[in-house]
């Protein structure tokens, strides 16, 4: 009955003293514009980038089997799973803190004394139960709700990273495809001039200049060759790496067959709160600061224990009694701190000094998040107007190489013309395939940046 009003007395004082041990995360004020993360206008539409699945992004079935043989795979994203499930495992752990503890106790001894042999026996169980008066039961476990929310968005983000990574290669492979398609077919139109050239001058329409320029031309595309071929490799080796597998052959398309919107809708800013990790883990950092500055606060006031045995023996107050008898005690325990307030005071300010350094992490979550994003939409919208010039900077080269081809064939023109209009019609050419691939990178970043559907 004393312990009873003692608690009572205890939760009075301290709801009174307003401590805010029981208080729950809600996320404070921030100190930047949401409204402003992005640069370009947003769509209130709910199907946006950052709601879609990356299966909806890349359509492609042959990078669909490498995504999914990577997200089976991968060690990076295994590793981050296990971390999930002992995130779970702890927060299991601090459920079973409600629970009492129970522990057997058997005991056994045999004295001789005096000719006389004595055999006593104890078989009882001991349990204790720590009463949560002032949450720091609670708040261990709100705080491992947050460490396992934490675990769950850094795994997403290494899932989302690896989506991304592996696209990326793929599309550098297809990139690589197309330079050397076009490097090789430029090639033969340089044999041809040669061809062509030598023709000349051995009619005494031109000279060994020209020659040795094509001839110069064609060594320089074929070391170009060369150094395609050995960064194709490269890039196989290393999506194998991600795979998982050695290194081998990666079966693909082309890069004409891809197929992408020409529209991006990113949605509100608000969506990066709920679909980006890296955001939703700095977030659940903050929520578990929060509750360890309230464990740290529950430190200040007693902690009450309840404990008990019940048991048999055949030893009471000294004599030996045959058979036993029921043995059981009660203990309830109040413990206050007395003499380590200091050292209470100087840990919560540690645990506030934490909590305002998590605070200042996800508002720069925020904004690395929404620069991220105004970055991959520059750069969609400039490799979108850029692709239209190449385009039109092709056409008008491939009419200049014909026309200058007639003007030498059917005229004392200089053949130097068409070596020029060829070297940069292959330069449009190879433009133009980098710029496709830009346009096709910056829609993988804009959907890493935007979080990444599942």
């Keep these: 009955m004393i312990m009873k009003k003692i608690g009572i007395l205890l939760i009075v004082s301290c709801l009174l003293s307003g401590c805010g041990i029981y208080n729950r995360y809600s996320r404070p004020e921030l100190d930047i514009n949401m409204d402003s993360l992005y640069r370009q206008p947003t769509a209130t539409d709910s199907s946006t980038l950052a709601s879609k699945p990356w299966r909806e992004f890349f359509t492609d079935p042959l990078l669909q089997r490498l995504i999914m043989t990577g997200l089976e795979r991968n060690t990076d994203l295994n590793i981050a799973r296990l971390q999930t499930k002992e995130a779970q495992a702890v927060l299991m752990n601090t459920r079973y803190s409600y629970l009492p503890s129970l522990t057997l106790n058997p005991q056994a001894s045999i004295s001789h004394y005096n000719s006389e042999t004595k055999k006593t026996y104890n078989a009882g169980a001991i349990a204790s139960w720590e009463i949560d008066i002032f949450g720091k039961i609670t708040n261990a476990k709100r705080e491992a709700v947050a460490a396992l929310e934490e675990s769950s968005a850094y795994e997403q983000a290494v899932q989302t990273q690896l989506v991304a990574t592996i696209a990326e290669s793929y599309y550098t492979l297809l990139l690589f495809d197309e330079q050397l398609s076009i490097s090789r077919q430029t090639r033969a139109n340089w044999d041809e001039t040669i ?138 325990q109040l413990t206050a701190p007395l003499f380590n307030r200091g050292t209470n005071i100087a840990n919560l300010k540690i645990a506030k000094a934490r909590q305002e350094e998590a605070m200042l992490r996800f508002e720069q979550a925020l904004l690395y998040a929404g620069n991220e994003v105004n970055n991959a939409l520059m750069e969609w919208q400039t490799s979108h107007n850029r692709i239209t010039f190449d385009y039109q900077q092709i056409s008008d080269l491939e009419a200049a190489t014909e026309q200058t081809q007639l003007l030498v064939r059917y005229s004392s023109s200089n053949y130097l013309e068409v070596l020029t209009a060829q070297q940069a019609l292959l330069n449009a050419r190879l433009t133009l395939a980098q710029d496709q691939i830009v346009k096709i990178q910056a829609i993988i970043r804009l959907y890493h940046a935007l979080g990444g559907g599942k």
């Design 195 to 332: 061809a062509t050239l030598e023709a000349l001058a051995a009619a005494g329409r031109s000279n060994d200049v020209a020659i040795h320029q094509a001839r110069a031309n064609r060594t320089a595309l074929d070391a170009q060759i060369l150094s395609l071929s050995k960064s194709l490799s490269e890039t196989e080796n290393s999506l194998s790496t991600l795979l998982k597998e050695s290194a081998h052959v990666i079966n693909r398309n082309t890069l004409n067959e891809q197929r992408f919107p020409d529209e991006i809708v990113t949605g509100l800013p608000i969506e990066l709160l709920a679909n980006r990790p890296d955001v939703r883990q700095a977030e659940a950092a903050l929520s578990a600061a929060f509750y360890n500055t309230n464990a740290t606060r529950s430190a200040f006031y007693p902690s009450l224990t309840l404990s008990g045995t019940l048991g048999w023996t055949n030893n009471g107050n000294g004599s030996i009694l045959n058979p036993g008898k029921w043995l059981s005690n009660a203990i309830a």
